[in-house]
Nanobody, 115 residues
């Protein structure tokens, strides 16, 4: 079992920045991959960024060069630095962990970008 707790969402103007945090209840080196997903109203949940246990990262095309996923193994935490935010980035952002062939989710944190 893995508990994931997100924080850092909020309201920001277009062009601004936010940093989301996700703290895991287990040592993150033991997790195959951790990711950030988002779900906007009326839309399906989509993958935003992922970091695997080796530290490799990948991003959705819509956020490349604006968002950065990183981790702090000492804190068992993963972060999503979001820069140059756009109104279309407005969504609930969820932390996800792929651990021992099961997927775990955080409770989500709201990000709202005003124009």
């Amino acid at each position: 079992q893995v508990q994931l707790v997100e924080s850092g969402g909020g309201l920001v103007q277009a062009g601004g920045s936010l940093r989301l945090s996700c703290r895991a209840s287990v040592f993150i080196f033991s997790i195959n991959a951790m990711a950030w997903y988002r779900q906007a109203p009326g839309k399906q949940r989509e993958l935003v960024a992922v970091i695997n246990s080796g530290g490799s990262t990948s991003y959705a095309d819509s956020v490349k060069d604006r968002f950065t996923i990183s981790r702090d193994t000492a804190k068992n935490a993963v972060y999503l630095q979001m820069n140059s935010l756009k109104p279309e980035d407005t969504a609930i952002y969820y932390c996800n962990a792929d651990y021992r062939y099961a997927a775990y989710w955080g409770q989500g944190t709201q990000v709202t970008v005003s124009s």
